[in-house]
């Protein structure tokens, strides 16, 4: 035998023993049925598809289908598919032969096509393996048969001896006969989506010249694969369609991952149709900015002695941050924000005299580390390192005549640890962010001779609680609650201030309460 035959003969045998598919076929569901994460009734279920749903079958195994759908990878029995109506037009020339079928394909002659019998006149069901014996049922090694129903000559559909897959929650019986349990806790680990902004064409292969694969419009839920090169983003489609886009059409830039703690601003990727990332997936690189208006209630008890200061003050709180992905469930990032209250006309003066303006500048500076928890919520975990500035100012401070009570202005700087929770869809329009941090030393300066104490310090906690609420697309409603607590002490009497005596060991309780509402912007 000459060497191209014989190549060609090695070709064709290793051809027909092949045991997967060779060729991505489109079917679809027959009836409700399980997703199961191998082959047999008891793999874990990893999602329901109901009836009609289409999916592309990428391997077969016996009387299992390895099919892509929905983003997901997983097996469903043959018995609960059939070919898909497009699949049927497409294959109507493929049809292998089978003992029984004429040759003759004429229009009319007695060998037409009516004579087809076997696994030929199975018309919506999916072709066999070539290495399965027809009409016969073997084992796999869950215990469940595998297809062999017996061909009808009058060109019905066969029915399979095997077991089918059970919904979850129910179970099958095994070689033994005792119930199999299928688990019905889904995978947790969910696909990232996004959307084209406008219709656009997916391509075969990441080149401008390349063929077509699929064409998506704005409604079309696509499922990112993480697979990008230079400017284009793989793709798969509800029906396990794979394509390339240009990552600058879909909406917020084909990333899968990013988000951070928000004091208010862009409550995060939303499914509806003007955009977004849906089922909970973050962003790549977002930068919010949000703005609020509010009171602070100012409340300072010195001790000893019992004196206290307390007056509310007119608010103004912006801020913005920065958050990115890090490797795969990763974020970093960091946030700048400030907030000034006027208090007009003031503390009242415990000597008389009117009352004393007060201005309260804060200054917070953090850089941000986060573990994305990768729930349809979004919701992730983060690590907080800061600077936190605090100027307290008198109004005419050095003028005694008017600041009768001798209040010091007073400047705090202080590093801050802690720790924040962000859920940016707890549901479809509303987010919440929470955090927590700690200043275990710091330092203190007051205004010359009208110190408190020679060697003044503070330690306190920062505490944050929020809500967002989508009002337009990357526009929201922010509302926020600002706790600010320092435990002050001041050690012994300074030499020269003018301030009242109150002994060694003077100390001072602050509460800062601040109530603000406003709005986000995230980019």
């Not at 059970?166 to 119930?179: I, L, Q, R």
């Not at 590093?415 to 940016?424: D, M, Q």
């Amino acid at each position: 035998m000459r060497l191209p035959a014989l190549f060609l003969a090695l070709l064709f045998l290793a051809v027909v023993g092949s045991p997967t598919a060779s060729r991505a076929e489109k079917v679809k569901t027959n009836q409700s049925t399980s997703l199961l994460s191998r082959p047999g009734e008891r793999g874990k279920v990893i999602l329901t598809l109901q009836e009609g749903k289409k999916m592309k079958v990428i391997a077969k195994d016996g009387r299992w289908l390895k099919v892509n759908v929905s983003g997901r990878t997983g097996w469903v029995p043959r018995s609960k598919v059939d070919v898909a109506e497009d699949e049927i037009a497409r294959n109507t020339r493929r049809r292998p032969f089978v003992d029984g079928r004429g040759k003759g394909r004429g229009f009319g002659g007695e060998a037409g096509p009516d004579d087809r019998i076997g696994a030929d006149a199975v018309g919506n069901g999916i072709e066999a393996n070539v290495d399965e014996p027809s009409g016969k049922g073997e084992d796999d090694e869950d215990g469940g048969g595998r297809g062999g129903g017996k061909a009808k000559p009058d060109g019905g559909k066969a029915k399979p001896d095997g077991g089918k897959a059970k919904p979850a929650g129910k179970g099958s019986e095994d070689d033994e006969g005792d119930a199999v349990v299928v688990d019905d806790e889904e995978s947790s680990e969910e696909r990232p989506t996004a959307k084209v902004k406008a219709k656009t064409v997916a391509l075969a292969d990441p080149a401008d010249d390349a063929e077509e694969a699929f064409a998506a419009t704005p409604s079309t839920t696509l499922y990112l694969t993480g697979n990008k090169k230079g400017k284009y983003t793989e793709v798969e489609t509800d029906e396990g369609d794979l394509g390339y886009v240009l990552t600058s059409s879909l909406q917020g830039g084909g990333e899968s991952s990013g988000g951070g703690i928000r004091k208010g601003g862009g409550g995060g990727g939303d499914d509806d149709d003007d955009g977004g990332l849906a089922g909970g997936a973050r962003r790549g690189r977002e930068i919010d900015t949000r703005a609020r208006l509010g009171v602070t209630f100012v409340s300072q008890t010195m001790s000893p002695g019992g004196g206290h200061v307390g007056t509310s003050a007119a608010t103004l709180a912006i801020g913005g941050g920065v958050t990115m992905p890090y490797q795969k469930k990763f974020i970093v990032g960091g946030e700048l924000t400030y907030d000034y209250a006027k208090a007009i006309p003031g503390v009242k003066n415990p000597m008389g005299g009117g009352t004393t303006s007060i201005g309260l500048h804060n200054l917070r500076l953090r850089a941000l580390g986060g573990y994305d928890m990768k729930k349809p919520n979004g919701m992730a975990l983060f690590g907080r390192l800061g600077f936190h500035y605090q100027s307290y100012q008198v109004g005419n401070v050095g003028d005694l005549t008017k600041n009768t009570g001798k209040l010091p202005s007073e400047i705090i700087k202080a590093p801050a640890l802690g720790f924040g929770i962000e859920i940016p869809r707890l549901t479809k329009k509303i987010g919440v962010h929470g955090s927590l941090d700690a200043v275990l030393f710091s330092s203190v300066s007051q205004t010359k001779r009208l110190e408190d104490g020679a060697s003044p310090a503070a330690r306190g906690a920062l505490f944050e609680a929020g809500m967002t609420y989508r009002w337009r697309k990357d526009l929201d409603i922010v509302a926020a609650y600002d706790l600010t607590y320092f435990a002050m002490s001041f050690g012994a009497p300074a030499m020269g201030s003018m301030r009242p005596a109150l002994g060694g060991n003077a100390s001072r309780s602050d509460q800062f309460h601040v109530f603000s509402a406003g709005v986000g912007k995230a980019f």
